[in-house]
């Protein structure tokens, strides 16, 4: 047998008009077809994907619609705050577990299930030391912005930079195009206006207080202090 696929196509001028799959849910008291109001974190629907181990069919993943939040209060009584619930099996189980969600709010979670921000993104299972809990990735050899950092007159980007042989975090004023700081790999030379030729390379260094300013200097055998 072949594959089960469900298609749906439309021919219709209409910008507006689409292709569609309604899932509706009310309660009910005695009489089916009468509106009652659902509740909050009742579930309102779910997608499941199941594949067979050879003598049933285990469950694999789920994606679940929940009520979010306390429906019926607005000013015309007709909100219906929602999320969405992304879960998935581990390896050796067939009960998927939640691992992603989006709240009424627009917060996306992954591994908490009561998201602050936009992103938030909790390592729940202690991770392993020395591991990443987020890798941004460019399998090509170029720079690679991996965080940038935008306001309405300002952005910052958090970046790899490849400059010869060599491989450099560096912080970005995107703005004007400049890379104030940059930390070489392995050996962690810190560059500030440029590119490190030592441990610290500084290019027009100022510093200044209201007190005078005092600079320390050490090497293997003198110091001194530069005012």
Not at 101 to 129: K, M, Q
Not at 147 to 172: E, H, P
Request: negative net charge.
């Amino acid at each position: 047998a072949g594959p089960c696929i469900l298609t749906m196509t439309t021919w219709d001028d209409g910008i507006g008009n689409q292709n569609a799959i309604d899932f509706k849910k009310s309660k009910f008291d005695t009489t089916i077809g009468t509106h009652q109001e659902v509740l909050d974190d009742e579930s309102l629907g779910t997608i499941r994907w199941y594949g067979s181990d050879g003598t049933n069919f285990e469950q694999a993943a789920s994606i679940a619609c929940d009520v979010d939040g306390d429906p019926h209060t607005d000013a015309d009584g007709t909100d219906m705050p929602g999320r969405l619930v992304f879960s998935t099996s581990l390896d050796t189980t067939s009960s998927p577990a939640e691992r992603m969600r989006i709240t009424s709010a627009g917060f996306v979670g992954i591994n908490t299930t009561s998201p602050d921000s936009i992103l938030d993104i909790s390592d729940s299972g202690g991770g392993t030391p020395g591991t990443a809990t987020v890798i941004i990735q460019n399998t090509d050899d170029a720079d690679l912005i991996g965080l940038g950092l935008y306001n309405s007159s300002q952005k910052w980007d958090l970046c790899a930079i490849v400059s010869g042989s060599t491989d450099y975090f560096g912080i970005r004023d995107a703005t004007q195009g400049l890379t104030p700081f940059m930390i070489s790999e392995a050996v962690g030379n810190l560059g500030i206006g440029g590119i490190p030729s030592g441990k610290i390379n500084a290019t027009n260094l100022t510093l200044s207080n209201n007190e005078g300013v005092a600079l320390t200097c050490y090497g293997s055998k003198t110091g001194g202090v530069l005012t």
